[in-house]
């Protein structure tokens, strides 16, 4: 027997962070932030206050894991990818838990190392880099935990599902986020192969994204991207005008195709925002930027200052790609909607959303508000330029075909995005509620516990 604690990300999308209770020993799985309350305080300078991040719901509420007793029983805090929504909280919260190792693949460790120096936050614990596909033994106090990183896709490079096998009662899969794509433009197709074995073992729950698993789809290949990207940028009368390009800055895969276009089309990709020099620099740092030479990355003040000035002089000699996609205040491209830097939109620009705005009401209105003052200069959009990284629900239909879990437990998105993988799972044959016998799906909330038997 052993508890599931689901901390966070089951009332949102965001803040994610469940923890695994055994007899003596408890292991976590991420440690993410909640980005629209973060942009927030964000505007009024006080993110880095963690009451005050509490207080707006921007962090996991782990102090339920005082009331359970259960903070020091910590033993890892395993992260599946180098999402903020994942990850972002570690450098607010890890040291509350200084005997557990933070565990993740390289990419993801090595933005996690540039977050803490950012903000000038030394951690006590002792930080681990594992290679995708490679297992890792969590040390309990009486008892070991093997663990699995199993490589899967997503919109971020070196994107794992955690396995976590229990000592007596089969596996635990931690599929949270990810989507199906067998030709990545970038690093390794799904581990179908270690699934399969783990099904064989035995998963007895999964913990799965199912953000989109109302969407009568399968998601496509970051492939399809790259096409969408292509017939915009090759094809499209850009002569003279200038051309902008916002996504999101630890998508890798898609940079790496928005520089290769912009090499086609003779102009030198210029980054800008201190985001994308984050996860370009970790992706460098990990040996997984082959476009590393063609690009200028920017993200100092003076230094866009000064650029600025080349691109509005020289507008048909650079493919500009900053930060902003969502309309965030303070970004690149919501600055320069607002005409704070020397280069300007013009009648006849061409901007380049190769992203989709976060379900989330705060993102959905900031980045309307930010488009209709770039429409008013007769600019270009081209929206939606983009594939999304998560599952939709044919993808979701085949993945548990593969795994064949005994309990489902839906994750990532409020009761509404949840709803449609429990219905999902009715259908293959799965029963609703805890007091189910045989296969059965769990829907819960944040802050709730179940037993495992």
Not at 113 to 121: G, T
Not at 173 to 200: C, H, Q, S, V, W
Not at 247 to 266: D, N, Q, W
Not at 326 to 343: A, C
């Amino acid at each position: 027997m052993f508890k599931i604690h689901t901390i966070g990300g089951f009332n949102e999308v965001g803040k994610n962070m469940t923890v695994l209770e055994f007899e003596d020993d408890a292991i976590m799985l991420d440690m993410g932030l909640f980005l629209p309350a973060v942009i927030k305080l964000g505007e009024e300078d006080d993110y880095r206050d963690l009451r005050k991040m509490r207080r707006v719901g921007a962090v996991p509420d782990d102090l339920i894991l005082d009331k359970l007793k259960l903070r020091k029983k910590v033993r890892a805090i395993l992260i599946g990818h180098a999402h903020l929504d994942h990850v972002g909280a570690v450098p607010y919260l890890a040291d509350r838990y200084p005997q557990a190792e933070i565990v993740g693949t390289p990419f993801t460790i090595s933005v996690l190392k540039r977050l803490l120096k950012d903000d000038k936050i030394r951690l006590r614990n002792k930080i681990k880099s594992i290679q995708p596909n490679s297992s890792y033994t969590v040390k309990g106090k009486r008892k070991n935990y093997q663990t699995n990183f199993i490589n899967i896709t997503h919109s971020t490079i070196q994107t794992s599902l955690i396995a976590v096998h229990t000592p007596n009662d089969g596996v635990v899969l931690y599929a949270n986020d990810f989507k199906l794509d067998n030709t990545p433009i970038l690093g390794k197709k799904p581990n179908y192969e270690k699934m399969r074995e783990l099904a064989k073992k035995g998963v007895k729950v999964l913990i799965v994204d199912s953000l989109y698993s109302g969407d009568e789809r399968k998601t496509p290949s970051e492939k399809i991207a790259r096409a969408l990207l292509e017939e915009v940028m090759l094809t499209i009368e850009n002569s003279n005008s200038a051309i902008v390009i916002t996504t999101f800055s630890s998508h890798i895969a898609r940079l790496k195709s928005i520089v290769e276009f912009s090499k086609k089309l003779g102009r030198k990709p210029i980054f800008i925002g201190r985001s994308l020099r984050k996860y370009v620099s970790a992706a460098i740092e990990v040996k997984m930027c082959p476009f590393k030479n063609d690009i200028l990355l920017i993200s100092y003040r003076n230094q866009i200052k000064s650029m600025m000035k080349k691109i509005e002089k020289n507008r048909n000699k650079y493919v500009l790609v900053c930060t902003g996609h969502q309309g965030e205040k303070g970004s690149v491209l919501e600055r320069i909607s607002r005409n704070e830097f020397p280069f300007q939109f013009r009648p006849g620009d061409n901007l380049i959303f190769s992203s989709k705005v976060i379900p989330a009401p705060g993102n959905v209105k900031q980045r309307a508000v930010m488009e209709k003052r770039i429409k008013k200069r007769g600019v270009r959009i081209f929206d939606n330029v983009h594939v999304s990284g998560h599952a939709g629900r044919e993808d979701l239909r085949d993945f548990i075909s593969i795994v064949k879990p005994e309990i489902i437990i839906p994750a990532h998105g409020d009761s509404k995005q949840l709803a449609p993988m429990s219905d999902l799972a009715e259908r293959m044959g799965y029963k609703r509620g805890y007091n189910q016998k045989g296969k059965r799906v769990i829907q819960m909330r944040d802050a709730q516990t179940i037993k495992i038997f």
